[in-house]
């Protein structure tokens, strides 16, 4: 099945690369990415160095080189190898040059099931010499701090073969060097590269070991240079002889273990002794348990399903599994950019998909909001306000790391200011909102108890502290705000933000109330740790039952996206951008040529739609009619929502569009890397969060509750069924769904009956049983 010209599936399972094509650079090396939450390695070439975006980006390793962008290290590169065959450069990918031969029969081949990256290709030297190669990488599951590579060369005539093979220390960083002090040392069981952050001292090793086999090197040597350590060997090769070179990179930090230099070289020594072949198979098993758990398995569209799993395989790859004090970062372990860490994304676009699936990654993620709640408190204090507002861009403390000054005006070449970062204030209640979410999801209690109370009540505060209570009015405000559209900052009333904001307090006021029936003790330690007192719960009360909250027009039916925002000019972005004196000016704020115009960058109000069912479908429909073509997609998050809000609208053949443009984002590089001068390249984590919730909370229409869970299925007309698993309050169902009918199953180990709806049909479903609901849908 042909994705396009250059991209093809078999079964749904392997994206195929037929041809390096250079105007791809960036985007290819993102989409071949392998990773496994501690680390991500891009899909480049073994020969590759940092001009051709080479990068092992490593989780937990935060520094700031320039004073402005707090960003992720990108370290060492152990997998480095240059092949020489009489002289003359080898190359790998597929692109031809005057010095390093041609290539054919080139495929490269990303295996989504187990996290495999290969490569095949045939290279003929300028003298006619031929190699046969093959390649295959994987980042290690079962040891997160293993990269794990097989080479293998077979001549097709007698040669002379030189391999160079080691660490590369030269790395591409966005925004200044990290890596200070190198300390290369190695021999014949080891290479290594010791490193320090230049703001923080984070003390960084890198080793790499190396097995060779087929054919005995003639002659070995290390050759050590500024910035590198390689082993050179060489060959005699015969026609027909092959030549396997297995190399192992690991990489540990002190912030992983006090003593990264003997936790790496124990992992070295550990992998040396297994094999790559027993290492794949340790490496295996994880992504087969979690495949079973969070693939949606599409019948009678193989391009849909091979582009949806190319994005659930990412937003796996991006999640740290090992650890609760770490995001989800906006562009996963791909890249510098959006600094490794969480936005909004993570709760709203990343996370939901656990929930119903691994419920206890998706507690790991909001635990580490836990432990940031500190970081929170500190920026609404430095804003004058209480309790908590969560950092726009958090890295590892919670601290505000999006910089003030983030785009430049390509224009003028001046700074621009925008307030991502004191004005966005939605973070917080989405971070109270996935909170709650999760709770009705799981059931999980003792997380509400043990930190989500904490962090809600402190949204709460935050919330009231911040609004604006008019009295003339009698109802609370909250202005001077940016909602999810981007280029409309400074704005009142933004329809978003204060459903949000309403949505926090009355579940800060929900929890209030179960605390003080169900465990009275734990409330007032809560209340006396935060110094909350009664007048406090009041005023929350006051304000959720006071705040402004944009109804929809009674003749429209459309709801304002915010205070004044129908007495801009009208037009579409087709129209707008013809305004533009460069094609790469950032359309916001404060004069850019949406500002003043209906346009927005991604969806706003249609945000809303997405995540809260308060209207009724007509609504729905009037609104996603209205703000659908003033939208401009300037976000790779705003495909996903209007496919959600056009199958709530039952507009199910704009909902498959929208799919496929959401889902296509990354594979088919339609998404710029460079904004207003900042490069904002690598894989859209959110967007690929998103594709489960398109099918999940779109085509099967599902919500949850805290006593039933309902489903109104819709499917795209070229899709035969749909089939997945969810986990709703620790009870395992299985979903089938066609056009004539919806089936769930429960699993025979389950505990209790679930309550399930379909289409206004209620039905018990006993644990091992089964519920058949005729359609058609």
Request: charged residues 25%; contains cysteine; hydrophobic residues 40%.
């Amino acid at each position: 099945m042909q994705i396009n010209e250059n991209l093809s599936t078999v079964k749904g399972w392997e994206i195929i690369e037929h041809a390096f094509i250079e105007a791809h650079l960036i985007a290819a090396g993102s989409n071949f990415l392998i990773g496994n939450g501690y680390l991500g390695y891009r899909g480049t070439f073994p020969e590759w160095r940092k001009d051709r975006y080479v990068g092992c980006f490593v989780a937990d390793t935060y520094d700031n080189a320039d004073g402005k962008w707090t960003e992720l290290c990108n370290v060492p590169n152990a997998l480095y190898t240059l092949v020489k065959v009489d002289g003359e450069e080898v190359t790998t990918c597929g692109t031809a040059s005057p010095t390093a031969g041609c290539n054919s029969d080139y495929c490269r081949k990303l295996d989504l099931k187990h996290g495999i990256l290969s490569l095949e290709n045939s290279w003929i030297g300028g003298s006619g010499k031929q190699l046969n190669i093959k390649m295959e990488q994987f980042a290690s599951c079962a040891d997160r701090h293993l990269i794990a590579q097989r080479y293998q060369i077979e001549a097709r005539q007698p040669c002379r073969l030189e391999l160079y093979s080691g660490i590369d220390g030269s790395v591409w960083d966005l925004n200044g060097r990290h890596l200070f002090d190198y300390r290369f040392e190695g021999g014949k069981e080891y290479l290594s590269v010791q490193a320090r952050t230049g703001e923080l001292g984070t003390v960084i090793t890198v080793l790499e070991g190396q097995a060779v086999s087929g054919c005995r090197p003639l002659e070995q040597e290390i050759i050590q240079g500024e910035e590198t350590l390689l082993r050179k060997l060489s060959f005699e090769m015969q026609a027909g002889e092959k030549l396997t070179l297995e190399k192992l990179m690991v990489v540990y930090s002190s912030n992983d273990v006090p003593d990264p230099g003997a936790a790496a070289h124990k992992s070295l020594r550990a992998a040396l002794e297994k094999g790559y072949d027993q290492l794949k198979a340790d490496h295996r098993p994880f992504w087969d348990q979690i495949w079973d758990q969070v693939d949606l398995a599409i019948s009678g569209d193989l391009y849909s399903q091979a582009a949806l799993r190319f994005n659930l395989y990412h937003n796996i790859i991006a999640t740290p599994f090992h650890s609760d004090s770490l995001p989800i970062g906006a562009r996963g372990l791909s890249c510098q950019a959006y600094q490794g860490s969480a936005f909004w994304d993570q709760e709203i676009f990343n996370l939901p998909m656990y929930y119903y699936t691994l419920p206890d990654v998706a507690r790991n993620i909001l635990t580490y909001r836990y432990k940031t709640l500190d970081g929170a408190r500190k920026k609404a204090e430095d804003l004058g306000c209480e309790g908590a507002f969560y950092a726009w861009v958090s890295g590892k403390t919670g601290a505000e790391l999006c910089p003030s000054f983030f785009f430049t005006d390509v224009l003028s070449g001046r700074k621009i200011r925008n307030h991502f970062n004191d004005w966005q204030i939605h973070i917080s209640p989405d971070i109270v909102y996935a909170i709650w979410s999760y709770y009705r999801a799981s059931g999980d209690w003792d997380f509400i108890d043990r930190y989500g109370a904490e962090i809600i009540f402190e949204v709460a505060r935050f919330l009231y502290s911040f609004a604006y209570f008019k009295k003339d009015k009698n109802r609370y405000e909250i202005i001077r705000v940016l909602g999810p559209d981007e280029y409309h900052e400074n704005v009142d009333n933004n329809a978003f933000t204060n459903y949000q904001a309403c949505f926090s307090l009355t579940t800060a006021l929900d929890i209030y109330e179960r605390l003080q029936q169900e465990n009275p003790a734990r409330l007032k330690e809560l209340s006396g740790r935060l110094n909350l007192t009664e007048d406090d719960y009041s005023c929350w009360a006051e304000m959720a039952g006071l705040i402004y909250l944009p109804e929809p027009d009674p003749e429209s039916g459309i709801i304002e996206q915010f205070r004044d925002y129908f007495k801009l000019e009208d037009l579409y972005p087709a129209s707008l951008q013809e305004r533009l004196i460069d094609k790469n000016e950032y359309w916001g704020w404060p004069n850019g040529v949406a500002v003043h115009t209906q346009v927005a960058k991604q969806a706003d109000v249609l945000q809303l739609l997405a995540m809260h069912d308060f209207f009724p479908r007509q609504v729905v429909r009037k609104n996603y009619d209205y703000y659908e073509p003033r939208c401009q997609h300037g976000s790779s998050l705003s495909p996903a929502v209007h496919a959600i809000v056009a199958a709530k609208a039952g507009y199910t053949g704009q909902a498959y569009r929208y799919f496929l443009r959401s889902v296509l984002i990354d594979l088919l590089d339609t998404n710029k890397a460079f904004s207003g001068g900042t490069f904002i390249g690598g894989i859209h984590t959110a967007s690929c969060g998103a594709a489960w919730q398109i099918l999940v909370f779109g085509f099967a229409g599902m919500q949850a509750a805290e006593r039933k869970i309902t489903f109104k299925p819709a499917l795209p007309e070229k899709w035969r069924e749909v089939s997945f698993k969810l986990v709703y309050r620790a009870q395992k169902l299985h979903i089938s769904m066609a056009k004539a009918s919806f089936a769930v199953k429960s699993a025979p180990e389950n505990s209790a009956a679930v309550q399930v709806q379909v289409h206004g049909r209620e039905e018990t479903l006993p644990p091992g049983g089964e519920l058949l609901f005729k359609g058609p849908f």
